[in-house]
């Protein structure tokens, strides 16, 4: 059964920097996209950003310059540094993971076969 856990989210005032972290537990899989989502209540899950094992990577408009995903395949881990942080950057993140290459379906949260429990961001003004 594969579990993906987060940690390293808090809160920090705008202008600052955190770093999500996600490992894959039991993930056997040789070929996989993993990525971060973000939600915040009453708004539909939406894509943050993804990277799979071929070096392929994505971001949304709204974080691209000030967020970076990175992918350490050997520990199964994925990264989400985010710089340069809004009040409107302020969710819960969540990881997510399929065992394919990420492409431009990726975007849509019905795609992933697993997701982690989620960690709060929160960026005050």
């Known amino acids: 059964q594969v579990r993906l856990v987060e940690s390293g989210g808090g809160s920090v005032q705008a202008g600052g920097s955190l770093r999500l972290s996600c490992v894959a537990s039991e993930y056997t899989h040789g070929t996989y996209c993993m990525g971060w989502f973000r939600q915040t209540p009453g708004k539909e899950r939406e894509g943050v950003a993804f990277i799979d094992t071929a070096g392929s990577d994505d971001y949304a408009d709204s974080v691209k310059g000030r967020f970076t995903i990175s992918l350490d395949n050997a520990e199964k881990t994925v990264y989400l540094q985010m710089n340069s942080l809004k009040p409107e950057d302020t969710a819960m993140y969540y990881c997510?993971?399929?065992?394919?290459?990420?492409?431009?379906?990726?975007?849509?949260?019905?795609?992933?076969?697993?997701w982690g429990q989620g960690t709060q961001v929160t960026v005050s003004s």
């Open positions: 997510a993971a399929t065992g394919y290459d990420c492409y431009s379906g990726s975007w849509s949260s019905t795609w992933w076969e697993y």
